[in-house]
């Protein structure tokens, strides 16, 4: 009875430890849950500060170079017309056309720019 009793006490002691085991081995698997809330706001911060300081710059300096095509290409266009029209001379008359048909297109352009596209039409002409 003695031998009995002393299986079932060391069985006892022996479920008793395992059980104890595995609670503290499950406490080390519950680890606490991670927030990544943080991680994610700073990485959405991240691109939209790189989208604030490299893409839309990007966009409008491409915006901008692409209708100072198209105004060049205007202002030389009327210049063209201008010269078939009025022939040599006549500078002022032209120049006031050539002002006056960008204006009805919308465009606004200084003498500079004019003076380039007929400088340029005198080079192409010779």
């Given at each position: 009875?003695?031998k009995?009793?002393?299986?079932?006490?060391?069985?006892?002691l022996?479920?008793?430890?395992?059980?104890?085991?595995?609670?503290?081995?499950?406490?080390n698997?519950e680890?606490?849950?991670?927030?990544l809330?943080?991680?994610?706001?700073?990485?959405?911060?991240f691109?939209?500060?790189?989208?604030?300081?490299k893409?839309?710059?990007?966009?409008?300096?491409?915006?901008?170079?692409?209708?100072?095509?198209?105004?060049?290409a205007?202002?030389?266009?009327?210049?063209?017309?201008?010269?078939?029209?009025?022939?040599?001379?006549?500078g002022?008359?032209k120049?006031?056309?050539?002002?006056?048909?960008?204006?009805?297109k919308g465009?606004?352009?200084?003498?500079d720019e004019?003076?380039a596209?007929?400088?340029e039409?005198?080079?192409?002409?010779?």
């Amino acid at each position: 009875m003695k031998k009995i009793l002393m299986i079932l006490v060391s069985l006892m002691l022996v479920l008793l430890a395992s059980v104890s085991m595995a609670e503290g081995t499950a406490a080390n698997f519950e680890a606490p849950a991670i927030d990544l809330t943080p991680l994610f706001q700073a990485l959405i911060g991240f691109l939209a500060a790189l989208v604030t300081y490299k893409l839309i710059p990007w966009i409008k300096a491409r915006t901008t170079a692409q209708q100072q095509d198209l105004l060049r290409a205007a202002v030389s266009v009327t210049v063209y017309a201008a010269e078939q029209l009025y022939g040599a001379g006549q500078g002022k008359e032209k120049l006031l056309y050539v002002k006056g048909q960008l204006a009805k297109k919308g465009y606004h352009a200084d003498v500079d720019e004019i003076e380039a596209a007929v400088r340029e039409l005198t080079i192409a002409g010779k």
